[in-house]
């Protein structure tokens, strides 16, 4: 390739990533507008262990806090009788933290809580865990805490942190109602199953607008067609209950004879999604068999410190420029190829972390690119090295490039495919954290042997048409010249 086509394409490349490179890292305010200029790195969202977020503490029937214990009390009044019965309704547990109600959760001599409390709040426990691990949050947390109470965590990316802790909290089977919510046309009975007539229960977002969607059996379809027959003369309400919680309540203008039921509403994305998944893991999950209260949603900063994604940012600026001065050194120009690659690899990471919806910055993450960086950065020091020793047996700079490729590079491709297979096998089958975890570094490995072999390589070649001596451009020296010297 001739000078000035090389010229035009070092050019044209390093005004694109110098223009990717500001929009990735600065923001700004858009001139003449109320709207702001929001950089990639400012869109990532982060999960609660890097960017905070929301808590709550759901607490049992028969459970509450000592602070409403003491509160309720109060309001009997002080050394009343009424006050002493209630205080006698209570045993203190977890050193005061918690009272439990004597009738329902302790035995029948209200020496210790009962087994039948304990299996219930196990099964109630577990409910929770299979409600929160299908929304697939990055950063999610569960944990009993005080023995019976259950302490949960979403992250602040979280749009609608109150009503998935209100909904999640819903106890019991699913059943569907119509006229109202007593008159039930499908529920558990004796001799059927709801999963008898309902398949099960999805979200969906099209055209702005979230759906909650209700699969029907052909025996679910029938009913809810003969139910709803005089809809057009009377119009009445269908409702889809969570125990004693309604879930969905549609008002109904016309029969319904369809198998999917796709509603509607003032839902929004992730609304939709939890109302959809407290009604699947009803019919298909373990049920909840306690009713919880969800106390205050508090929100918090990351535990690590209000500035840690700052502070995350800056580590990684330390370690980039430590990278550099290490390639400029021990390969001179050829670090500018490195560098070129290295941007490349780096900006990609940004925009896919900013723009892919279920990705966050977390620990994860974080591991994942970093790991996959330093792949990259082995990777051009293992193909410049190859080079270099073809050079150092007194091959011209264009036979070196050429055999030293061409003798690292199956070695490079399989690693990086075996890497990628392996990481995005992983993550079909992990859970959310790992799943993360193992995506980011499946698409890092990628762009990792695509920055070595490609991007970097190209700009070898281009910017190798500028040196007058190609050998101290890249700092490679034959044999014999060591043996001179």
């Known amino acids: 390739m001739g ?49 905070g977020g929301y808590t709550t503490v759901y607490y049992p029937e028969g459970v509450i806090s000592a602070e409403e214990f003491e509160n309720n009390a109060a309001a009997y009044g002080t050394d009343t009788q009424a006050e ?38 196990a099964n109630t426990v577990k409910a929770l865990e299979e409600r929160f691990e299908a929304k697939h949050l990055i950063g999610t947390r569960l944990e009993v805490s005080d023995d019976y109470t259950i302490r949960a965590t979403l992250p ?14 819903y106890a019991g089977e699913v059943s569907v109602a119509y006229g109202t919510e007593s008159d039930k046309i499908i529920e558990n009975t004796a001799s059927r199953s709801v999963n008898d007539y309902i398949k099960g229960a999805y979200s969906r977002y099209a055209q702005d607008t979230a759906y909650v969607v209700v699969d029907f059996t052909k025996e679910g379809r029938e009913l809810i067609k003969n139910a709803t027959a005089g809809a057009a003369e009377n119009k009445s309400t ?49 049920v909840s068999e306690l009713d919880l209260t969800a106390g205050a949603v508090l929100t918090y900063q990351s535990v690590f410190g209000e500035n840690t994604a700052l502070f995350l940012y800056i580590s990684f600026g330390v370690l980039f420029l430590a990278m550099l001065v290490y390639f ?49 950065c082995v990777s051009n020091a293992v193909a410049f090295e190859y080079v270099k020793k073809e050079y150092a ?9 050429k055999t030293g490729y061409g003798k690292c590079i199956r070695h490079l491709i399989d690693l990086h495919v075996i890497l990628a297979v392996v990481a995005f096998l992983t993550y079909a089958i992990a859970l959310t954290e790992l799943q993360t975890f193992a995506f980011v570094f499946g698409i890092g490995t990628v762009l990792s042997g695509v920055c070595t072999l490609v991007v970097t390589r190209f700009i070898w070649a281009i910017t190798m048409t500028f040196a007058k001596r190609k050998d101290k451009f890249c700092n490679f020296k034959h044999e014999e010249e060591d043996d001179d010297e």
């Open 328 to 376: 400029f050194v021990r390969y001179r120009g050829l670090g500018v190829a490195h560098l070129y690659g290295y941007l490349t690899y780096w900006l990609c990471m940004i925009m896919c972390l900013a723009f892919i919806p279920f990705l966050h910055l977390s620990v994860g993450t974080v591991a994942a690119v970093l790991l996959t960086s330093v792949l990259l």
């Open 156 to 169: 602040a990316v979280t749009e609608s942190p109150s009503l998935i802790f209100g909904a999640f909290a």
């Open 84 to 121: 002493q019965k209630y205080r006698a309704r209570y045993a203190s547990h977890a050193n005061g933290a918690i009272y439990l109600e004597k009738e329902i959760v302790l035995d029948e001599k209200e020496e210790a809580v009962s087994e039948a409390f304990k299996t219930s709040f």
């Open 3 to 51: 000078k000035k086509k090389s010229a035009v394409f070092l050019v044209l490349i390093t005004i694109l990533i110098a223009v990717l490179c500001v929009a990735s890292t600065v923001s700004f305010p858009i001139p003449n507008s109320v709207k702001e200029y929001h950089s990639f790195v400012d869109v990532i969202k982060k999960d609660s262990a890097i960017g």
């Open 393 to 401: 047996l007194g091959k011209t700079m264009t036979s070196s490039v």
């Open 238 to 286: 269908l409702y889809v209950l969570v125990g004693d919680n309604t879930v969905i309540n549609l008002s109904v203008s016309q029969q319904i004879d369809q198998d999917s039921l796709f509603i509607s509403g003032s839902y929004t994305k992730e609304s939709a999604e939890a109302i959809a998944i407290v009604i699947e893991k009803a019919l298909h999950g373990t």
